[in-house]
């Protein structure tokens, strides 16, 4: 029998990946600029790159998210689990999104000693309007720090959660954002779903 | 990147700075961790970033009837 899953969008699932990544490569490079003894000002530069990606992943991500359906939750669970999965995906957007924008504030202002080839001043951005207060580098450092570990702590209990969907509980919440199980399974994306949902006659 | 070395030192000082009991080194950091965050989020850059984003999003609102009844 083929099992027919309603998958996120593929840009969704690409973006997802990507993102994770980007991710993977800005704590290696960001430590390494801290604590490392290679080129500081490349590897601040590399880090800075792999930051914005994630920030431009994590944009075109909610795009997508908020232009195309979304695949509802068929794992089953109690409300109270559900809630605390979606607080966690909120969260965990929150946060790459605040984390290299805390980053870019700290380059923005390291111009004399570290910059970033290409990396425009975020302090010029919408300067013209009167919203907000500026802020000082050290502040944004402490919280970009602070995201930083929150997020790596989020991000472990989003993999174990995955994991115990995909090993414990068996349901297809990790196979619908990997396409190449979802293939083997015979998926179906979620427009897809929808479409055929739409043709079927109304109960 | 002295100034990066510089801020981390700072940080580190954070967790060190208080003789106060571990109740109140928690308090304090929380304390200063709450007031940071605050002033992140309230920062010009940040709220710039966040109108923009809630500007696209309002945009993929408008267009989502669109792609949806294109599916």
């Known amino acids: ?203 | 990147m002295e100034g990066m070395s510089e801020m981390h030192h700072t940080m580190s000082h954070m967790h060190h700075g208080s003789s106060s009991g571990i109740v109140g080194q928690a308090l304090g950091f929380a304390g200063r961790l709450s007031a940071e965050l605050l002033i992140v989020l309230t920062s010009a850059p940040v709220l710039h970033v966040l109108a923009a984003l809630v500007l696209l999003l309002a945009l993929a609102a408008l267009l989502r009837p669109f792609f949806a009844s294109q599916s």
């Open chain 1, 1 to 203: 029998m083929i099992q027919h899953l309603k998958r996120p969008n593929i840009a969704s699932v690409i973006a997802h990946w990507g993102a994770a990544w980007a991710m993977i490569l800005a704590l290696y490079f960001g430590l390494s600029a801290v604590y490392g003894n290679g080129p500081r000002q490349e590897t601040f530069a590399a880090h800075a790159y792999a930051g914005l990606t994630v920030l431009g992943l994590v944009v075109i991500r909610l795009f997508l998210r908020t232009l195309l359906p979304w695949p509802k939750d068929e794992s089953g669970g109690s409300r109270i689990l559900k809630f605390v999965a979606e607080a966690m995906h909120w969260t965990l957007y929150a946060l790459m999104l605040l984390t290299p924008l805390t980053g870019w504030i700290v380059a923005s202002s390291m111009g004399c000693c570290m910059t970033v080839p290409g990396l425009p001043n975020i302090d010029l951005l919408g300067s013209g309007l009167s919203i907000g207060r500026p802020i000082s580098a050290t502040t944004a450092y402490h919280v970009h720090v602070f995201f930083v570990w929150t997020l790596l702590a989020l991000i472990s209990l989003h993999v174990l959660a995955a994991l115990f969907h995909h090993f414990v509980v068996r349901d297809t919440i990790l196979i619908r954002m990997i396409p190449v199980l979802g293939k083997r399974a015979g998926a179906t994306s979620a427009s897809r779903a929808i479409a055929n949902s739409q043709t079927l006659p109304a109960e």
